[in-house]
């Protein structure tokens, strides 16, 4: 098991260049999760899917887009970047919630700079 | 108000002492409570959760919820420097599927 698995590591974009995160998993997981995490200020969450097909807004969505056609692959696209963009991007999966609590998965993270 | 605080930090103990790092919450109807650990240049990763009030202990390290003053906190005895990390805490309502984390306090543990 791969787990989550994101690409690229590291980007770096000038501004108004557009780019694809990658993010898939292979734990077959309904819930997918994009997250930005800047120095000293926690998880913010962008979008998220309950299932293929299904996505919806987060806390941070203005400049990003996200689809789900597939379980596995959950992408994430950034449009027009602006130096604001500058992040680290967590993708995360996580099964049911059951009684026991809901764990969320995380991949290794995307470091992108936008210049 | 934050739903969730967390002191950022930093901490910086040596080698063996008892670390105590604490997260406060607004939102009553948290009944999950998470602590995911963050080595540098990594993605977090879920350390213990515990359901509604009380304490679980996991060799080393001890979770406890207070929810009557909404409380979270995550004890390490004999703290080590492979602890030395980012922690946050999140919280999650009966059935939610989506967490609402802490900032995370960042920890060194000095040899």
């Known amino acids: 098991n791969a787990g989550v698995t994101q690409t690229p590591k590291f980007r770096i974009l000038k501004i108004g260049q557009s780019m694809t995160l990658q993010c898939a998993q292979d734990?077959?997981?309904?819930?997918m999760y994009w997250y930005r995490q800047d120095p000293g200020m926690g998880l913010k969450l962008i979008y998220y899917s309950v299932g293929a097909g299904i996505t919806d807004k987060g806390e941070v969505p203005n400049g990003y887009n996200v689809s789900r056609s597939t379980t596995e692959d959950f992408p994430l696209r950034l449009e027009l970047a602006a130096p604001s963009q500058t992040s680290v991007y967590f993708c995360?999966?996580?099964?049911?919630?059951?009684?026991?609590?809901?764990?969320?998965?995380f991949g290794p993270g995307t470091r992108l700079t936008v210049l | 108000q934050k739903e969730v605080e967390q002191d950022p930090g930093p901490l910086s103990v040596p080698e063996g002492a008892i670390v105590s790092l604490n997260c406060t919450y607004s939102n009553s109807a948290f009944q999950y409570f998470m602590w995911y650990r963050q080595y540098s240049r990594k993605g977090p990763e879920l350390l213990m959760y515990t359901y509604s009030s009380g304490n679980k202990e996991d060799g080393r390290f001890t979770a406890q919820v207070d929810k009557s003053s909404k409380y979270i906190s995550l004890f390490i005895r004999d703290s080590q420097p492979s602890d030395s990390a980012t922690y946050l805490c999140?919280?999650?309502?009966?059935?939610?599927?989506?967490?609402?984390f802490g900032k995370g306090t960042k920890l060194s543990v000095i040899p």
């Open positions: 734990m077959n997981h309904n819930y």
């Open positions: 995360a999966s996580s099964g049911q919630p059951r009684g026991a609590g809901h764990e969320q998965f």
């Open positions: 999140a919280t999650s309502g009966a059935g939610s599927y989506q967490l609402t």
